[in-house]
């Protein structure tokens, strides 16, 4: 048997199944339903076995002998980069910082199936204090969109609110934790080449990512 072939048999639940909720705040008050991004992934894309175990029992003269793989500790498990539609990603719904708050919030789960539950979470959305944007920013997307260069995270310049929004999910999910996309953060790094791990499709190295530590994400600027 192969590596791949192995890999697959010793996981026996079948696919994990990720749901990405992604939350903004308005500046009207409201926090608008989530982008939902499901994922539905085989293990052996997300986690790689350092070392397998191999075992031969004898079968005999009139039986096959009897191959056994197993891992020995959790140790040999091993997290690896896992690339959403071959590489292509999953595009974000548009940003407008003139409306919506200048962090965007990445709920991470591991769904089962099991009863439905509603669960609340809680997010600290900051809004920029100036409306009446100072440079157009000229990249396309709407004549409200502009980028003032003023704004940061001072009392004076942003204004932080903690929001609640609902999320529909399961008894036994597993929650993976929250990570935060930030309007200011540096995902346009002109150090970041493309690479490629083994077989898989070009990435970016040396890109923006987060990270909390449950899961790593990557951050990339969409080309218009």
Avoid: C
Avoid at 2 to 12: E, F, H, K, M, N
Avoid at 104 to 111: A, D, G, L, P, V
Avoid at 204 to 211: E, I, K, L
Wanted: aromatic share 12%; proline share 3%; net charge neutral.
């Amino acid at each position: 048997m192969s590596y791949d072939q192995i890999s697959r048999a010793l996981w026996t639940d079948g696919n994990f199944e990720f749901y990405i909720y992604v939350t903004k705040g308005k500046r009207t008050g409201s926090v608008d339903g989530a982008q939902k991004i499901i994922l539905s992934v085989n293990p052996t894309e997300v986690f790689s076995f350092k070392k397998i175990l191999h075992s031969i029992k004898g079968g005999g003269i009139f039986h096959r002998d009897k191959h056994t793989y197993r891992i020995e500790s959790p140790a040999d498990i091993e997290a690896k980069w896992y690339f959403p539609y071959n590489g292509a990603g999953v595009a974000l719904e548009k940003w407008d910082v003139s409306e919506e708050s200048m962090n965007i919030n990445f709920q991470i789960i591991e769904r089962d199936d099991a009863e439905t539950i509603e669960k609340s979470y809680s997010y600290k959305n900051t809004y920029s204090n100036s409306l009446n944007f100072k440079i157009d920013a000229g990249i396309g997307l709407s004549d409200k969109l502009k980028i003032d260069l003023g704004f940061g995270y001072t009392s004076t310049n942003s204004t932080e609110k903690t929001e609640t929004t609902k999320i529909l999910t399961t008894k036994n999910s597993d929650d993976l934790g929250t990570l935060t996309l930030y309007f200011s953060d540096p995902i346009l790094r002109t150090n970041a080449n493309e690479k490629k791990i083994g077989d898989g499709p070009w990435f970016f190295d040396n890109a923006y990512t987060m990270s909390n530590g449950a899961v790593t994400m990557q951050v990339l600027p969409k080309k218009l």
